[in-house]
């Protein structure tokens, strides 16, 4: 096959077949190179460059926007979801540079993408344990257990500091009072 000298570059398809003979062996880079009428050289630069990745990552479905507008007009913040949105996009970054050859960038990509998921695992379960803790009877309950745990010394001083009566107990024991 001669060179087509008037276009002066290999078609993507061009260099996706000297890849696939390559592969398929019992061609040398010189051969390649006189079959498609390139230099040795430029044989060489297209069998070393990275392989195209094909993306493992779903890009179709873009994680809910971390920042809202409330009722009043004022922007907010969901802390949990900002986290999540940045995961989604250091993935495109790190999908990006391996795409673009650019792996001296990736250990960076990854400590960063490390960093962030373990933020935003850390946020998800303290907002799920505050979530626990909206409720009031288990609030009252975890209270009344720390109170009934304490030594009776230092429940008495918590009593007296409330303003109870130092002598009465007004907390539910068990089903007394």
Same mark, same amino acid.
């Not at 592969?23 to 060489?44: I, M, N, P, R």
């Not at 792996?103 to 993408?113: I, S």
């Given at each position: 096959?001669?060179?087509?000298? *008037? ?10 077949? &000297?890849? %696939?003979?390559? !592969?398929?062996?019992? @061609? ?49 913040? *969901? ?10 996009? &250091?993935? %495109?970054?790190? !999908?990006?540079?391996? @795409? ?78």
């Amino acid at each position: 096959m001669g060179r087509n000298t *008037d276009r002066g570059r290999l078609t993507p398809e061009e260099r996706s077949q &000297i890849i %696939q003979l390559y !592969e398929k062996g019992g @061609q040398t880079y010189q051969q390649l190179a006189d079959q498609f009428g390139v230099h040795k050289s430029t044989v060489a630069r297209i069998l070393k460059r990275p392989k195209p990745i094909v993306s493992t990552l779903d890009t179709s479905t873009t994680p809910q926007q971390p920042i809202t507008t409330n009722d009043d007009g004022d922007v907010e913040v *969901d802390p949990v979801l900002f986290r999540q949105y940045k995961l989604w996009e &250091i993935s %495109q970054d790190i !999908e990006a540079t391996r @795409q673009r050859g650019s792996h001296h960038a990736l250990p960076q990509f990854h400590r960063l993408h490390l960093q962030v998921h373990d933020e935003w695992v850390q946020l998800k379960k303290d907002m799920e344990e505050f979530d626990n803790m909206t409720n009031p009877d288990e609030v009252l309950h975890q209270i009344a257990m720390a109170v009934q745990g304490l030594p009776p010394i230092l429940r008495d001083r918590l009593e007296s500091m409330l303003g109870g009566d130092p002598k009465v107990i007004h907390l539910n024991r068990g089903g007394q009072s």
